[in-house]
């Protein structure tokens, strides 16, 4: 199953089994891209999942906790009393919290396995400036090139500010504007200079190289790394 619908609790027959079998064919699908090095869509999504089912099971709780309920027991020594639920849970409830708890683990494994992926394609990466680094650097590009060939993608960054809820977020964009293969001699600050004088609308871009030593999935695993490690230099350089 290639996709897990956000209601996948909820929504249609709920009963055990039947939910066991829809989320470890969505979990098996998952862990065969990772285990062909593809992190996109498929950590992120399952990301959203686990926090989905982590939210219901909380919501569940915060249920629970508002049913009425009556007094049971007066300790009048302790100055205490008891109280039991009023409300018994009904078969749908218990059928609900028995998918959610089963849910949990499964989930929490497979994002174990995303995480090790990640961190070693991250681990992997080299980052480094080209030329000298200019003051303003929410744009410019990325030069990405991975082992064995010589082939450079080269893409075209733009890193935007926004603030939410009163916290401040960055997001960047990547496009690939060219895809070249360096000549004998050819360096990478030669690349940046044709660049200039192709773009002239950047007379003079912050520019990146981005190097990795194992040919990884570009779309679905080197460019989601590479967002994050080009926002982090940037950052730290400010």
Known sequence: MEKLDKDWITNGLIDF????????????????????????PFLSDLIAH??????FKSRKTLLKSGFPKEITKID???????????????ELMEALEEIVEYAIPEMKSTL?????LYDTVE?????EPVGIVPLYKDEGY????????????????KISKFVLSGEGFRSIYLRLIKSIR???GETFEGIKLGLIKSYQNMPNPATFLLQAHKPY?????VVPVAKRLVLQTVSQME
């Open 17 to 40: 089994e039947y939910k066991k079998y829809v989320l470890l064919a969505y979990l098996k699908h998952v862990q065969n891209n990772f285990d062909q090095a593809r992190l996109y």
């Open 50 to 55: 686990y926090q989905d089912v982590q939210s």
């Open 76 to 90: 009048l020594e302790q100055i205490k009393l008891s109280y039991e639920a009023m409300t018994q849970e009904s």
């Open 112 to 116: 174990g396995l995303g995480k090790e």
């Open 123 to 127: 681990s992997d990466l080299q980052i």
């Open 142 to 157: 990325v030069m990405l090139e991975m082992a064995p060939g010589k082939k450079t993608d080269i893409y075209q960054y």
């Open 182 to 184: 360096r000549g004998l």
């Open 217 to 221: 999935p570009v779309k679905e695993t």
